[in-house]
């Protein structure tokens, strides 16, 4: 299925999602990077592949779907950084060493794992070796939208503007996410695999990923509800 906006894609993915019955908790799936069956089965098929090969250090979104992605890093004996929701808070560490193992479960989930992450100050900021993003629709070349609001891409783009190198970007989704097209914007961020519970689509040659914040197409308002790109801005 070619689409002509990316907001088509994400409605039709929304419901078929819904339709197939295969959308997970939290419902409704639309207007979210939505849950899926077989989001730990695709987290355990990244974690089983040489993608994470070398890994000590991964950035994953903090959303539903990825949780498993969290968890199976912890496991693994890999810092995870998160950004907080609408990167209000900036970018959060989870060091699988300051965690009992009993809890790692809980450090993964968004609503019980705020005690074991640490605030990161932009400066302090380590580079990762891998980020994990949810998508909510994406194509076999590489193209990747979100749920609309572009913090995966303004994510990636601060780590850009702070210097640190352009890392691989993956995603895990269910088979339905997989789209044939849609017409993509500039700033969008890429994907170079894609994880379903069944198999690894690996991207040849994926689309160039933003190499700065796009500061023109931000308003004063997303100034304000974001002040680490008012602290990026200092820096």
């Avoid at 040489?50 to 968890?71: H, S």
């Avoid at 990167?87 to 968004?110: M, W």
């Avoid at 991207?203 to 509800?225: C, E, F, N």
Wanted: charged share 30%; hydrophobic share 40%; glycine share 6%.
């Amino acid at each position: 299925m070619r689409f002509r906006s990316k907001s088509a894609a994400r409605e039709w993915v929304w419901d078929a999602l819904e339709r197939e019955r295969v959308a997970r908790f939290p419902f409704p799936p639309h207007g979210r990077i939505p849950n899926f069956a077989g989001a730990r089965e695709a987290a355990e098929r990244l974690f089983d592949s040489n993608l994470v090969k070398g890994v000590r250090r991964i950035k994953v979104n903090p959303d539903a779907p990825q949780r498993y992605v969290r968890e199976l890093a912890l496991r693994h004996g890999m810092t995870v950084v998160v950004a907080t929701p609408r990167l209000r808070g900036g970018f959060r560490e989870f060091d699988p060493s300051r965690i009992p193992k009993s809890q790692l479960a809980s450090a993964a989930s968004l609503s019980r794992g705020g005690k074991w992450g640490v605030n990161v100050a932009l400066r302090k900021l380590r580079s990762v070796d891998l980020i994990v993003v949810g998508s909510v629709a994406v194509t076999r070349d590489g193209y990747r939208c979100g749920k609309g609001e572009g913090y995966a891409d303004i994510e990636f783009a601060i780590l850009r503007e702070l210097g640190h190198p352009a890392v691989k970007v993956v995603t895990t989704v269910h088979p339905l996410q997989i789209v044939d097209g849609f017409l993509p914007d500039e700033h969008d961020l890429p994907v170079s695999a894609i994880i379903t519970p069944a198999e690894i689509i690996r991207v040849r040659k994926p689309p160039p990923a933003p190499s700065r914040i796009r500061w023109d197409v931000l308003s004063d308002d997303d100034l304000a509800a974001m002040p680490i790109l008012k602290e990026l801005r200092e820096l």
